[in-house]
């Protein structure tokens, strides 16, 4: 099997840092980091990732203008987007099954576990590119 | 006038407490002679007789002299208002003495008489007027306290807004190195190949403590978040019942025994789910956390009408509903330590807490507070006389009608 390839946008290094190598140990995907969410698109056509997690609030750009713009891209708009954010309670979460407004959410810090069961959910639906 | 006739009419139950045996008779006489002013009456020599008889009987007013075998002048007065807060009392001395007549009415006397200077049209006069101006007093003394306690709470609830408007941002930044900390962790835990027993410790640790500080950012965010509410008809049971099985696991921990009664009562109220059951859930684990091992909680819900509870003293605020309205009551109790009556008015404000080493942050019962306020609903804190705590939430029932309006508005809806 094909690893899968994921783009993380977010602001914050630290977590950028470790959360490619945690991912990355699971040998099953390849994972590129972008600190800086205005380059976030140009990142995107050159990397061509199969899953983008995105961070809700940066400097810059914030993560809902950043989807947008992928959603108005003529082959970024297939790819699945699982937001992360600070700003909510796992719990308020689960009760909607991940979702708000249609858009797959997770909370930070959500276990490990089901950050990547969220991932592989969500990673299979998409055409590779 | 006829009101104020009948009022002054009306006969008393009056303790006369006096040592000289003519004065007895003379009061004696004056107060039960046709018509008489007292309607119930017992005299005492002295006055440990007096304050016993207190104890005993439902007196209205008390008649003092102040020079008792057992106690003198302005003593008198201190000892004994203090053993009959509620009782109006009138000094009777045997010399008018100017500066004592106004010493003792600092000392919770009403008015003083002077010996053989009054009749009983006058002696009736001044214990009517007594028994009126004690009740103005304890009106003040009620008004005082509302006054404070409202004054408490507009001091609570800007602490709370400030505080909720520094969570939202706070909560972000903290939350960001939490979860580098908590996903790093989790890496070198599943990634070390052969880590010793001190390491896995320190990691372990670790984990907790990011485990714990992100416990209080979320309590933090609940501020933040307060005014958004998503109210739906709920059977309060359902809530209770699931609040209880998210803490089942704690109760179960300490051996805590649960006890539930829920009556078949009407128990339909508009709330948001979600913000009541986590009130609930603070209660039951503040319970918990104030039980011994094995110890007992018990939650029990019923339906009254306001402002009968059937719940120990007032709800300070007297107009949270109408007279008569249909109330929905949970009540959770356990038999814990209770709280000490000197914290009592305190454990409502943002981050009191008496758990501080134990990881309490104190902001649980701020929380429940403002979720109840902004479900026009009550919560009340207060110490069982068998001991231990009660706690007790009011709704308003829903009727019916408020029941198919809002099903007939949702139709309307979709
Ligand atoms: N059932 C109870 N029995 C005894 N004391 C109680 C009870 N409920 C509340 N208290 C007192 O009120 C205080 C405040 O309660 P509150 O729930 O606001 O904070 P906490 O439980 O200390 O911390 P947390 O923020 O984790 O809830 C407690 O620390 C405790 O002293
Ligand atoms: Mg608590």
């Known amino acids: 099997m094909r690893q899968k390839k994921i783009l993380i946008i977010d602001d914050e290094k630290t977590f950028t840092v470790v959360l490619k190598i945690s991912l990355e140990a699971l040998a099953k995907y390849i994972v590129y980091v972008e600190n800086d969410s205005s380059r976030a698109v140009a990142t995107a056509c050159k990397f061509r990732p199969d899953l983008i997690l995105l961070d809700i609030i940066m400097p810059y750009k914030e993560g809902p203008d950043v989807a947008i713009e992928f959603k108005n891209h003529p082959f970024l708009k297939q790819i699945p987007i699982v937001f992360l954010t600070a700003n909510i309670r796992p719990e308020e979460i689960d009760e909607q099954n991940n979702r708000i407004a249609g858009h797959i959410f997770i909370a930070k810090p959500t276990p490990f576990e089901d950050l990547v069961q969220t991932i592989d959910r969500n990673i299979h639906q998409s055409v590779s590119l | ?414």
């Open chain 2, 1 to 414: 006038m006829d009101e104020i006739r009948k009022k002054f009419s009306r006969p008393l139950k009056v303790l006369v407490i006096e040592d000289n045996v003519i004065d007895q008779k003379i009061l004696e006489s004056m107060l039960t002679e046709p018509p008489a002013i007292a309607s119930f009456l017992k005299i005492a020599g002295k006055l440990s007789e007096g304050i016993k008889l207190v104890n005993e009987f439902p007196f209205e007013i008390a008649i003092l002299d102040l020079n008792l075998p057992d106690s003198q002048g302005i003593e008198t007065i201190t000892v004994f208002s203090r053993h009959a807060l509620d009782l109006a009392i009138v000094v009777n001395t045997g010399v008018y003495e100017d500066d004592l007549g106004l010493e003792t009415l600092k000392h919770g006397a009403q008015d003083f008489l002077i010996k053989s200077k009054y009749n009983s049209y006058v002696l009736n006069k001044v214990l009517h007027y007594c028994l009126e101006r004690k009740q103005r007093e304890r009106d003040l003394v009620n008004a005082y306290h509302e006054l404070k306690e409202a004054q408490q709470h507009l001091i609570d609830s800007e602490k709370f807004k400030i505080v909720g408007r520094l969570a939202g941002g706070v909560a972000h930044e903290v939350k960001n190195p939490l979860a580098t900390i908590s996903y790093g962790i989790t890496y070198l835990q599943q990634n070390l190949k052969t880590p010793d027993s001190n390491q896995l410790k320190v990691m372990e640790n670790i984990k907790e403590a990011a485990d714990r500080a992100d416990k209080i950012v979320n309590d933090l965010l609940d501020f933040s978040s307060l005014d958004q509410f998503q109210k739906t008809p709920a059977s309060i049971q359902s809530v209770i019942r699931k609040a209880i099985s998210l803490v089942q696991y704690q109760l179960d921990e300490k051996q805590i025994q649960l006890i539930e009664i829920f009556t078949d009562d009407h128990d339909r109220v508009m709330i948001d789910k979600n913000r009541i059951g986590q009130v609930v859930i603070n209660l039951i684990l503040n319970a918990a956390h104030a039980v011994p091992p094995h110890g007992e909680i018990q939650i029990s819900t019923h339906l009254s009408a306001w402002p009968d509870l059937g719940l120990p003293g007032s709800w300070g605020k007297p107009d949270l509903f109408a007279s008569g309205e249909k109330i929905v009551v949970i009540r959770i109790e356990d038999n814990g330590v209770g709280i000490p009556e000197n914290v009592l008015d305190k454990i409502f404000e943002p981050f009191f807490t008496s758990r501080r080493a134990a990881g309490g942050t104190g902001l649980g019962l701020s929380i429940c507070r403002n979720i109840m306020e902004h479900h026009e609903a009550g919560i009340k804190i207060f110490n069982r006389p068998e001991g231990g705590v009660c706690a007790a939430l009011c709704f308003r029932a829903l009727s019916q009608a408020q029941e198919d309006e809002y099903a007939a508005k949702k139709d309307l809806n979709h």
